[in-house]
């Protein structure tokens, strides 16, 4: 299954970071959600984008995860050249991975 199916995703930034959340739709899922999405696999979905490292934090009350992905962004808002600075897309590719 997409991860699209259980949850939707949010995406914010600061500087070269790029901050990820992934949310169950229903509470029942976000243990699948906690087993299936490491910060291993996020780092490795986006290999192409992410050069530095990527942090999880468990939000199990909200049924979330957070990913920190640093070094995400091509240098920042000012320095980069993507079509997509605050990288807002990311959360939709996120959601077209599969568990």
Same mark, same amino acid.
């Given at each position: 299954m997409k991860l699209w199916d259980i949850a939707h995703s949010r995406t914010g930034d600061k500087g070269n970071i /790029?901050? *990820?959340s992934l949310i169950a739709y229903d509470m029942k899922d976000y243990p699948l959600l906690a087993e299936k999405v490491t910060a291993e696999k996020v780092k490795a979905w986006f290999c192409?984008?992410?050069k530095g490292g990527v942090?999880? &934090?468990e939000l199990?009350? %909200?049924g979330a995860l957070n990913f920190v992905m640093h070094d995400a %962004? !091509? !240098?920042g808002v000012t320095r980069t *050249? /993507?079509?997509d600075? &605050? !990288?807002k897309g990311l959360s939709s590719y996120l959601l077209d991975m599969d568990i």
């Open positions: /790029s901050n *990820l192409d984008i992410v942090t999880r &934090h199990p009350q %909200l %962004l !091509g !240098g *050249l /993507s079509q600075m &605050h !990288g």
